[in-house]
């Protein structure tokens, strides 16, 4: 079996005619742990950002409160949006299936968006050049009638910092995207750290109404989401093999296609685990660049003014995801 997997990359719904405390009960968070933000989203009037990471929860306060007495606008409802960046913290000690199984139930909520990836980390299935090619040459039909990419470059060394293709329009409420996820792992990483090379994803974009039969056939399926996945694309998108005959419809299937279909399905739902959390970069630290910073101060004769103008130079440039495990970390240690 290559090294595929499938991950639920994007949650997005609202829940009707229901206060914070059951939004949070559904989710097994807490809304201390929820930290407002200074504008709403989506119409919303407020909008609150989980401090453990990418989750937003949105909504219109009626008592102008953001705290635990906040009351809810149940009209409107809590709007819940769970970023890629934000499954995967979340993930860390929750399980995205059985919280989208637990939404199911609840007759006043609404999926408004569900992505679902397949991760190819070798690129030996899913290969961005090869698809590019052939999306090039033609060699593929498809019930989506456009298809668009979207490059960027390094304007000294022309070298890409992305690449990305779209089947279907961006605007409907099925689209698949590809990607050269390495490139993107480069250009969102302000460390030296050991990114595969070859990682290409595929993601498939389901919205609406879309969104609303996944979450049933995910609840009402005993099959893995893999199928959800082959389905769709034996559905939208398939890539031949070039032949004499005008009519492509009889073109062959190419044998890397029939291979992700037909493995795609035995796939089972994974989420990866990345390096978020204070006692993983000190990990990183120790495993990475130990070596670095000893060989630094044996030749600079113990003297550490060096590192101290780099920390100071480091803590202005700190990123969310930094600050999230900073509070994570401090409230773990307030807690223990």
């Known amino acids: 079996m290559k090294k595929l997997s499938v991950i639920v990359d994007w949650l997005e719904f609202t829940v009707l005619e229901a206060q914070m405390p059951e939004v949070m009960k559904l989710m097994e968070l807490k809304w201390d742990n929820f930290s407002p933000l200074n ?32 009351k809810v606008n149940m009209k409107n409802g809590v709007h819940v949006m769970i970023t890629g960046q934000g499954c995967k913290q979340y993930s860390v000690n929750h399980d995205l299936v059985f919280l989208i199984q637990k939404l199911h139930k609840q ?19 899913i290969n961005y050049d090869r698809i590019h090619t052939a999306a090039m040459n033609g060699e593929f039909t498809s019930r989506w009638s456009k298809w668009d990419e979207v490059n960027s470059r390094q304007t000294s060394t022309n070298e ?18 590809i990607y050269d996820k390495t490139l993107e792992r480069k250009a969102n990483s302000d460390a030296e750290i050991d990114i595969l090379r070859t990682w290409t994803r595929l993601e498939i974009v389901y919205r609406k109404d879309r969104a609303k039969k996944l979450a049933n056939y995910i609840v ?16 939208y998108l398939r890539f031949l ?18 291979e992700l279909l037909s ?12 390096a978020k959390t204070i006692e993983d970069m000190t990990n990183w630290l120790d495993q990475q660049i130990s070596p670095t910073i000893a060989a630094v101060v044996k030749a600079q004769g113990g ?10 130079k480091g803590s202005k440039r700190l990123s969310q995801k930094h600050k999230d495990a ?3 970390y401090v409230r773990k240690e307030l807690t223990a």
């Open 303 to 312: 003297d550490l003014a060096w590192l101290r103008s780099i920390l100071v």
């Open 107 to 125: 007759k006043k909520v609404n999926f408004s968006r569900i992505d679902l990836a397949i991760d190819d980390y070798e690129s030996k299935i």
């Open 160 to 177: 890409f910092l992305g690449r990305t293709m779209y089947f279907g329009s961006q605007a409907s409420d099925l689209f698949c995207r």
């Open 220 to 235: 009402n399926s005993k099959l893995p989401l893999g199928h959800v996945v082959r389905g769709t694309l034996n559905q």
């Open 263 to 274: 493995n795609v399905s035995k796939l089972s739902l994974t989420i990866e685990k990345e």
């Open 326 to 328: 900073i509070n994570q």
């Open 39 to 70: 504008k709403g989203r989506f119409g919303y009037h407020n909008q609150s950002k989980w401090q453990d990471g990418s989750i937003f929860i949105m909504y219109t306060s009626t008592n102008d409160k953001t705290d635990a007495d906040v």
């Open 241 to 258: 093999i070039p032949s004499n005959d005008s009519n492509k419809a009889r073109w062959k299937t190419v044998g890397w296609w029939d």
